[in-house]
């Protein structure tokens, strides 16, 4: 029985560093993404990016220009028996229904947008395909 007991222990010991290890593959690739939607903005009007993300949410000072920000909320996937007609509410805390993403993208006094940011747990993965590839620049600047 100890054999057993310690095979458990190290498969339980290798599933945590798999576990931990795509955790650090799906922020990098998260971050990759992100910085690949922005950087297609540089260099464009804000009024092309406004026209396609649509309104932004808030209008802030910047240093060297205007910030203009935008917020999405992304409904969270729920692991099988955790939602709403599957437990009594009191049975167990609820993960939160949706995360969200906040994107940056700041003009200069010209328009011309001169660089950007962004923040969140819901942000994209991938701008290959989805709502994230909605939001590249069809016509990125080129240098």
Do not use: H
């Not at 903005?41 to 932004?56: D, F, M, T, V």
């Amino acid at each position: 029985m100890p054999a057993a007991r310690r095979l458990s222990r190290t498969a339980i010991s290798a599933l945590a560093v798999g576990i931990v290890l795509l955790a650090s593959a799906c922020v990098g690739l998260e971050a990759s993404a992100m910085q690949t939607l922005l950087d297609s903005w540089k260099a464009a009007p804000i009024e092309q990016a406004k026209a396609q993300w649509g309104p932004s949410q808030s209008v802030q000072a910047a240093p060297g220009g205007t910030a203009y920000v935008w917020v999405d909320e992304v409904p969270t996937a729920r692991a099988p028996g955790t939602g709403p007609r599957d437990v009594r509410p009191t049975d167990y805390e609820a993960p939160p229904a949706s995360a969200f993403c906040r994107r940056k993208l700041v003009a200069g006094p010209d328009g011309i947008i001169i660089g950007g940011e962004w923040s969140g747990d819901g942000c994209c993965v991938t701008t290959v395909f989805g709502r994230c590839a909605a939001l590249l620049n069809p016509k990125p600047v080129r240098y």
